[in-house]
């Protein structure tokens, strides 16, 4: 059996003397503790050095790759005849298998054995000693990195971060350029701001019109359409705005000029960052959208640091300080981050947007991971993912209309209850009823009381089933009548009730202000000063002596009339 073993200077390939030893894969490396017991293992066959350091470097990029070079094919060809080969990596032994129908062999023993060729490699290879293969090895990987670097840049996630940082500026910067091209138009032609409201196109339209005056002989069709040329058209005659200079016109139109330049840039420059998203990271495009993805990469620094992260981080990125505000005041924490702008949680309604938020994290978690660690560049996994986000947006929607419509799962069961049924049978305990006129009640008849017939008239015959009719109906009747009196009694009843509460309660209300008033008089007599009292007192005895004397004088003259 052979071993083949790459060095930075070439290949070489060693025999294996004693195979019995790799049996004994714990105690293998016993055996390559010296240079000596080394040599009884294995012995260095041939060896094929590297002519200069770019043969070097692209025989050591095929080998990461799993791929032989011509130079590896020609040495194994001129010395493995028929012979096995042990090889470090499995890919490249099934390379060399398809191409070369060599047998080779990949397992824990041919690794134990390679680990002791390294470290006794200088030993075993002559000529080759450790002061060349050490800067050898320093060239070989600076200048394999530097290849990586500069003909690998699929993986380069510096240009996304660049390409989003520039265009929220821009978009700031064509947001106050625009501002400012309105206000400072608005005081020669006030009413334009209101008829155009986007910003590119009032621009255009300043640029192109100048002076209010020339807005009536100008074709605006190309940028408005017919119903907004026609209203500017009428508003710039009947216009309030000043009148400006040539020369503030001239510098108005040099502002709408940046304005314009800068949104053509910023198109440009979003087509570029879609380009390198659907290149770098399109599962993640698939998912979120290009604006969203590449801010999330840019705020985690790279993608493969965002790739560490859990799908509880990606969820809030972006909100770290209600975050922490809420951690700090023992609030609700919050439900997303920088993911809120992506437009499956923008369809979902604002009861479901933090589950909507929760699952789509955990998928984007999953995108982010596939699209920095995996070797394929299709978007299916995003795809795949987004399609079952959408369906469960959609369940969870019919839900919340299930819900809203008295039921928890859909449609409600609606059962009919018979209690003339037998469970579990079909047959009914007893007859089928059928319709009873005689239950109808008639409100109509008349109360007067029935004209008593003569006795010589004969009473009329009738059917036995036709009397019983005519008696129950009868009956109703009465009863509804005298259910319909018995209601107008009760709320006569009820009514003469009322009045005579109402007529005790005014009557408790005088008796309560008569003794008010009784109170509010002895107060006031008990007030009275103590002079006044006898003053009152004097007087009354005044009175009763002049009674007195009175009452005396009619005696006498009554006594008189009666002698005479």
Request: some cysteine; hydrophobic content about 35%.
């Amino acid at each position: 059996m052979l071993v083949l073993f790459e060095t930075p200077a070439g290949f070489a390939l060693f025999k294996v003397l004693d195979e019995g030893k790799l049996s004994k894969v714990e105690d293998l490396w016993k055996d390559f503790t010296t240079s000596e017991s080394a040599r009884k293992v294995v012995k260095l066959k041939a060896f094929t050095k590297f002519e200069n350091t770019s043969e070097a470097l692209s025989a050591a990029t095929l080998l990461i790759d799993g791929k032989t070079s011509k130079g590896l094919r020609k040495f194994l060809r001129a010395h493995c005849n028929g012979e096995t080969l042990a090889v470090a990596d499995s890919k490249l032994g099934n390379a060399i298998k398809e191409k070369l129908q060599i047998e080779c062999l990949h397992n824990n023993a041919v690794m134990e054995l390679m680990r002791g060729v390294r470290s006794q490699l200088t030993e075993l290879i002559t000529g080759l000693g450790a002061q060349e293969l050490a800067p050898m090895s320093l060239g070989l990987s600076h200048s394999l990195s530097r290849y990586k670097l500069k003909f690998s840049p699929d993986k380069v996630d510096t240009m996304i971060i660049q390409a989003i940082g520039l265009l929220d500026d821009l978009d700031k910067e064509l947001n106050t350029y625009a501002m400012r091209v309105r206000e400072w138009y608005g005081w020669h032609f006030p009413e334009l701001t209101k008829i155009v409201q986007d910003n590119i196109q009032y621009a255009k339209a300043v640029k192109l019109m100048g002076n209010r005056v020339n807005a009536v002989d100008l074709d605006f069709s190309e940028m408005l359409s017919e119903e907004t040329e026609a209203e500017l058209k009428e508003a710039a005659v009947i216009s309030m705005g000043t009148e400006v200079s040539d020369l503030d016109l001239a510098n108005i139109k040099a502002l709408c000029d940046q304005v314009l330049s800068l949104s053509e840039y910023r198109a440009q420059l979003y087509e570029y960052l879609k380009s390198r998203m659907n290149t770098i990271a399109p599962n993640l495009t698939a998912l979120v959208g290009e604006l969203v993805g590449a801010r999330l990469i840019a705020h985690g620094g790279s993608l493969l640091n965002l790739a560490k992260q859990p799908g509880s981080t990606v969820q809030i990125l972006g909100a770290e300080k209600a975050l922490f505000r809420a951690l700090k005041t023992k609030h609700a924490t919050p439900k997303y981050g920088l993911i809120f702008h992506a437009s499956l949680i923008g369809q979902a309604a604002p009861k479901l947007k933090g589950k909507i938020s929760r699952s789509l994290a955990a998928k984007t978690a999953l995108a982010i991971r596939y699209d920095a660690l995996g070797e394929s560049q299709d978007n299916s996994m995003g795809l795949e993912n987004r399609a079952k986000l959408e369906a469960r947006l959609r369940n969870l929607e019919g839900r919340e209309l299930g819900r809203s419509a008295g039921s928890a799962k859909g449609k409600p069961k609606i059962e009919f209850y018979d209690k003339d049924r037998k469970k579990g049978t079909g047959a009914l305990i007893t007859p089928a009823k059928t319709y009873n006129p005689a239950a109808d009640s008639i409100l109509g008849l008349s109360t007067q009381p029935a004209i008593e017939k003569p006795r010589d008239e004969p009473e009329q015959t009738l059917p036995k089933k036709r009397k019983h009719k005519e008696m129950e109906t009868e009956q109703t009747a009465g009863e509804a009548v005298e259910g319909v009196d018995e209601a107008k009694d009760k709320k006569k009843q009820k009514k003469k009730r009322q009045g005579e509460v109402q007529a005790n309660g005014l009557q408790m209300q005088e008796d309560a202000a008569d003794g008010r008033e009784e109170k509010l008089e002895k107060k006031k007599k008990k007030k009275v000063a103590p002079a006044e009292n006898l003053s009152m007192q004097e007087e009354k005895i005044e009175q009763e002596k002049g009674d007195q004397q009175s009452q005396k004088k009619d005696k006498k003259k009554k006594k008189e009339k009666t002698k005479d």
